[in-house]
């Protein structure tokens, strides 16, 4: 009764409480829409695991596997919102060194995430601006990073070599070194790469760059020899944050909406590909859960297309309340800060693992660089200089690096004989051939990393020779 006299003698301020009860409504609803996206993405990655033995990783992996499918289900269940980053860190620990990059992305997502306080209100409006300067941050390295001889040189080029892989996936003619193509792919790359965090922080182009770096990712998704769709549905997300509100709920519904997402069907066949992909279950139940994880992921990529094109360019969504924020909580900043050290890292030789370089052919060691726009690199570690070439061995796994190409840090050959003091190995080091057998104590060649290092600020592997190969895949001692 009150209420309704005051709205009645006050109707201005009547009206303005509920545009501002629409506006909370509407955040909450993007809100919830953004979480099941990210339970989305999480489960991309679960699916892009394949565990084989049980232990702390397959528990992680399950945990992760489980808390998404129900945020999926219930993304508007704040103590699943809380739940689903502390799951996902403890995973990244398990997972570490063999870690992707968009895995490390998907923790500092969740870190910042988690201190924005999910469990309360005005967490979207709180937490955006961090989680868009960790995306343009992340982003930015990995586009910076493919300035260099080695992505530029078609021989060797990741932008080539990926561009064939998908091509003779599909039976298609391969691009070869010396054509036209070869140049257009990898300046293609470089230069969509390079614009989408420029279109993404100017209002005018914004738009534009959500659509173009939602088809790019998409469209590098459609390579089935290695599955890109982990990284692209963790970067979805993240793009979206750069759309107004209403955009995000918008894409929400025409994704599927939370009828579908709720049905028995969905729950129980992702429930069970989580058990498959979580657990050593036999090869033939393995091989079943891999197939539909592709068949999913072609429904969910024509999903994504029409939505991404409908909630982007056709929204009907009233205008942003407030101009898009990137003012970040302190707590958003410090999460900021970090991204950014990790991003430099292979310009300080801090490290070269899971720095936001991946699939660049950029090479950085002993001070010493490839890079395009860096001259030389800091090298706070002397141990990036340190190079191993083996020669011979009786490991199967070391066995990968004879007639590589690849050069080895003689820390990571030493953590690698350490763990396998039945190894013997002939290497070249500095110009000296040298020789560790099972009797040789070899201090020097038998040392363990500290646990630290050895997750989270390891050492790749060098390519050696003018070409620089791509690196697609981890080696035994990384």
């Known amino acids: 009764m009150e209420a309704g006299v005051a709205a009645h003698l006050n109707p201005r301020r009547s009206q303005q409480a509920s545009v501002d009860q629409l506006d909370e409504a509407s955040l909450e609803s993007d809100a919830s829409a953004w979480w099941r996206l990210l339970a989305i993405a999480s489960l991309a990655h679960v699916f892009g695991l394949s565990i084989t033995t049980w232990g702390g990783q397959g528990v992680a992996t399950l945990l992760v596997g489980a808390t998404a499918v129900a945020l999926l289900v219930l993304p508007e269940e704040r103590r699943l919102r809380a739940l689903l980053p502390i799951v996902v860190v403890i995973s990244i620990w398990f997972e570490a060194p063999i870690l992707g ?3 490390l992305l998907a923790g500092f997502v969740a870190v910042a995430a988690l201190m924005g306080r999910p469990w309360s209100d005005g967490w979207l409006e709180r937490t955006a601006p961090g989680l868009r300067w960790i995306l343009l941050a992340f982003y930015t390295f990995a586009a910076f990073a ?48 390079l614009s989408i965090p420029i279109l993404l922080s100017i209002k ?37 944050l750069f759309t107004p509100p209403g955009v995000l709920s918008a894409f929400d519904r025409r994704l599927g909406g939370v009828r579908s997402w709720r049905s028995a069907g969905w729950t129980t066949t992702l429930a069970a590909m989580v058990i498959g992909f979580s657990l050593p279950v036999p090869s033939a139940l393995k091989g079943l859960a891999i197939l539909t994880a592709w068949v999913l992921w072609a429904v969910v990529l ?92 009786d490991d199967e796994d070391l066995a990968d690096y004879v007639d590589s190409g690849f050069a080895l840090p003689a820390q990571n050959l030493a953590d690698y004989l350490a763990q396998h003091p039945q190894t013997s190995v002939t290497y070249e080091q500095d110009g000296r051939v040298r020789s560790i057998g099972p009797d040789d104590a070899a201090p020097d060649m038998r040392r363990r990393l500290p646990l630290l290092q050895r997750k989270f600020a390891l050492l790749r592997t060098v390519p050696q020779g003018d070409t620089i190969a791509c690196q697609n895949q981890w080696l035994p001692a990384r």
């Open 101 to 103: 990059n968009h895995w």
């Open 146 to 193: 493919k300035l260099n001889s080695g992505f530029f040189d078609p021989d060797g080029s990741c932008a080539r070599f990926f561009a064939n892989q998908m091509l003779d996936f599909y039976r298609l003619p391969l691009v070869p070194a010396d054509g036209v193509l070869a140049r257009l792919a990898i300046f293609g790359v470089a230069g969509i790469e």
């Open 204 to 240: 005018r182009t914004r738009r534009f760059g959500v659509l173009l770096a939602i088809a790019f990712h998409l469209s590098l998704a459609l390579d089935l020899r290695q599955h890109f769709y982990d990284f692209t549905m963790m970067l979805v997300p993240l793009f979206l």
């Open 302 to 393: 024509v999903a994504v297309v029409r939505a991404a094109v409908a909630a982007v360019l056709r929204s009907t969504s009233s205008p942003a309340i407030a101009p898009m924020s990137l003012r970040p909580s302190m707590a958003g900043a410090v999460v900021v800060a970090v991204t950014l050290l990790n991003g430099l890292s292979p310009y300080l030789e801090l490290k070269t693992s899971t720095s936001f370089n991946m699939y660049s052919n950029l090479v950085t060691g002993g001070g010493d660089t490839n890079h395009f726009v860096v001259p030389a690199t800091l090298g706070l570690r002397p141990a990036t200089g340190d190079l191993v070439v083996i020669t011979e061995t």
